[in-house]
């Protein structure tokens, strides 16, 4: 885009660049989103950013009414396959926060001065200030939408101190944190109950204790925010029908249906609950869908928030998709069907490239069993069972090691799962949100029973790659053949050959007996 596109764009108030870059207004200061309802100023007293952190960076407030912060994420970071690009995913991970600059750099294969020099060249920010921008805003979202202690809510955000905190909450939001407590409102980005009258929340002095981890979290409301239609009952459909028994669960009926799950974190186990109602339009026209985060320990919130947008594919842009493949003669009356169809990615790669292979040559439903197996036999459990999720799914570390004679497999099948287990434990395939896409497809295709299909799909689910699809799949051939299409068509559906291909598996009205293809 121009810089005179972008104030088109302003002036329209179009709410699908909201998150894609950042207005600042010279006169008053502050930052805003380009769908902000405040009046349009005029062109000469605009600033374009491509990110919070850049607006942030040359000096501007975020804007109380519009809340740029919270906007969904920008597609472009999970379609680029460039550094810029993974470092954006790692960092929205919250690598930064656990492991520094210097573990971003070494996740990417570049030098901490490489990763610095291309992040501020092309978005204005280096990594720590754009990791500074994400802990602001997780913040802001603790102090409004909970009654946590504010050294807590620091913890959980991430930052070193509640000095740097104050001081963070200070220059990016003009307030303290008691100021943005006070202000809450029923805005996109918050949700949950108001904090108690009276509670903490006051600004820290000079001689506060560094945050310290509290007692397992009771719970954290959130509202996570989507642009454009969201096709939530499909999604759902998908979810619920790969359940894996101990780990998933989906309560209540189509329409309102929660979708819930167990969390293998960093410092801690987690239970997410995701609701299938979207929320009402807020502010930019976005709509959310409500969930909940029940946290061994705070310090996992941003990683956690993060696995559950990807699981969700809630950072998508359908318009972009609507635009690429809406006018396609095959698929454009699958897209006017069923918009905002997404591509769910998966709450833990590792997972997901173990249930990949379990899916071979077997229906859903005997995937799903199998899984369960896996999970009854080889998974920790829970401290204690919450409804129907008792464990975690097995570690890489485990599978490596296990016999797997329970799940009743042929041999070559348990020894690809086994190899697979141990190239993800000692890192020769590597799934971390900045790995390069190609170079792990490879690495997967290299490993003895993966072929095409279990390499491609762990791509598109593990991965986020909004770009694959999968020729040789029982499913796609019938979506292929139902829309009157065949797969060399698929080129013309490039970049969005994964949204593409969930149409199709619509299409063809997938059931539980419908098997994967052969490797």
């Known amino acids: 885009m121009t810089e005179d596109s972008r104030y088109e764009a302003v002036r329209s108030r179009d709410a699908r660049f909201d998150g894609v870059f950042f207005l600042g207004v010279v006169t008053t200061g502050i930052y805003c989103r380009p769908s902000c309802p405040a009046t349009t100023p005029r062109r000469e007293n605009v600033r374009f950013h491509p990110t919070a952190a850049a607006a942030q960076g040359a000096g501007f407030r975020a804007c109380r009414r519009c809340r740029p912060d919270a906007v969904p994420g920008s597609p472009e970071w999970d379609v680029r396959a460039d550094v810029v690009g993974r470092a954006m995913r790692l960092i929205r991970d919250g690598v930064v926060d656990r492991e520094g600059v210097a573990g ?36 802001r979202v603790l102090l409004q939408t909970t009654a946590l202690p504010v050294t807590q809510i620091a913890f959980a955000a991430g930052f070193a101190s509640v000095r740097q905190f104050n001081d963070t909450v200070r220059e990016i939001y003009a307030t303290t944190p008691s100021g943005l407590r006070a202000a809450r409102r029923g805005g996109l980005g918050s949700a949950g109950p108001a904090p108690r009258p009276g509670g903490p929340g006051g600004p820290a002095g000079r001689g506060d204790p560094e945050p310290e981890a509290g007692p397992p979290c009771a719970g954290v409301p959130l509202r996570l925010a989507f642009r454009g239609p969201y096709a939530a009952r499909q999604v759902f459909d998908f979810l619920s029908r790969r359940a894996v028994p101990g780990v998933e669960e989906v309560r209540g009926t189509p329409g309102a249906r929660t979708y819930r799950r167990t969390l293998g974190l960093t410092y801690g186990t987690g239970v997410a609950e995701v609701d299938e109602r979207p929320g009402g339009t807020a502010r930019g026209g976005h709509r959310w869908l409500e969930a909940r985060l029940r946290l061994a320990d705070l310090r996992d919130l941003t990683s956690a928030v993060q696995r559950v947008r990807h699981l969700f594919d809630l950072d998508a842009d359908p318009c972009a998709v609507a635009e690429r493949l809406g006018g396609d003669p095959a698929l454009g009356p699958l897209l006017a069907a069923t918009p905002g169809l997404r591509s769910p990615g998966a709450a833990g790669a590792h997972e997901a490239a173990v249930r990949a292979v379990l899916g071979q040559q077997v229906t859903v439903a005997a995937a799903r069993t199998l899984a369960g197996t896996l999970v009854a036999c080889y998974g920790k459990p829970l401290p204690a069972a919450d409804g129907g999720l008792t464990h975690l799914f097995p570690e890489a570390e485990v599978l490596a090691g296990a016999p797997l004679t329970e799940l009743g497999m042929p041999g070559a099948r348990r020894r690809a799962i086994r190899t697979l287990a141990a190239a993800l434990a000692d890192g020769t395939v590597p799934l971390h949100p900045g790995t390069d896409r190609d170079e792990t497809e490879a690495a997967l295709r290299a490993l003895p029973g993966i072929g095409p299909w279990t390499a491609g799909y762990v791509r598109m689910r593990a991965l986020g790659d909004p770009d694959v699809f999968l020729p040789g799949d ?27 291909l969930h149409h199709l598996w619509n299409a063809a009205a997938p059931t539980d007996d419908t098997a994967q293809e052969k490797n």
Do not use: F, I, K, M
């Open 474 to 500: 029982v499913g796609v051939r019938q979506g292929l053949a139902a829309a009157g299409a065949e797969p060399r068509d698929a080129d013309r559906w490039r970049p969005w050959r994964s949204y593409a």
């Open 104 to 139: 971003l750099a070494a996740r990417l294969g570049y030098s901490t001065r490489q990763v610095q020099r291309q992040l501020v060249a092309e978005l204005g920010a280096g990594p720590v200030a754009l990791a500074r921008a994400q802990r602001a805003h997780t913040a």
